[in-house]
């Protein structure tokens, strides 16, 4: 019988990754790209709405990245479908869009994350990681769509800790990881992140989040 310590580490577990976008280009070069990444397997990818709500729903992937703008209905109505209860996947919102009211609106509704069509695929590869891992990515210039005007005055207002927190969070971690890494409780972490929210008059922490990074205080 072989030694205990002679036997192979299981592999760590991949990130289950589907792709929705109309454009063939889009989907081929993402599926490349991601497909080269040891930590991530692409399990599906699909050029319409309906397409993608069966694949999502037969797959179960980890992470979907969906196309804003796609037939018959687009990014927002395939994440009100597919919901936010368990097991249902971690969405980003791939979108060459920025308008304020769908951004928020795809909060309303789960999204946990944002990326421009413009971005480099690495970041998009970093996203979906932070997702994946839990936490929130918006892109930095979607970041300042999200930021009230009457917030700018405000973010000097943070203090370290609370840009700190707001960084670590922007990292993907969640609330009891922070506690940790900072030797504080998870409800000191969530008091921190309270009192940015109100300073930053951000009705959610993603957009508290968005706010500073938008203004590099976080970066």
């Known amino acids: 019988m072989p030694d205990v310590a002679d036997e192979a580490a299981p592999e760590p577990r991949r990130i289950r990754l ?12 993402i ?11 692409v399990i599906g990818t699909a050029a319409n709405a ?16 969906l196309d804003v703008k796609m037939p018959p209905f687009g990014g927002i109505e395939m994440l009100r479908r597919v919901g936010i209860s368990e097991g249902a996947p ?6 060459a869009q920025s308008e304020r009211g769908l951004l928020l609106e795809a909060l309303d509704l789960g999204a946990r994350g944002f990326l421009l069509k413009e971005s480099p695929l690495a970041e998009l590869i970093r996203a979906i990681r932070i997702v994946a891992a839990g936490g929130t990515y918006i892109d930095p210039v979607l970041a300042g769509v999200l930021a009230s005007p009457l917030v ?19 990292d ?17 972490v969530k008091t921190h992140v309270k009192n940015a929210m109100e300073k930053l008059e951000a009705d959610t922490r993603t957009e ?12």
């Open 208 to 219: 508290a989040v968005a706010s500073a990074l938008r203004q590099s205080l976080i970066s």
């Open 90 to 95: 971690k969405v980003i919102l791939y979108t």
């Open 31 to 41: 599926g490349l790209f991601a497909g080269m990444e040891d930590d991530i397997e």
């Open 152 to 170: 700018a005055d405000r973010l000097q207002s943070l203090t370290k800790r609370e840009r700190e927190i707001l960084r670590l969070l922007a």
């Open 172 to 188: 993907g971690m969640q609330n009891e990881q922070v506690g940790q890494l900072l030797s504080i409780s998870p409800l000191t």
């Open 18 to 29: 589907f792709v929705a976008d109309d454009h063939p280009a889009i989907l081929d070069a």
């Open 50 to 65: 309906d397409e993608a709500l069966r694949v999502i729903g037969a797959r179960t992937p980890d992470v979907a990245v």
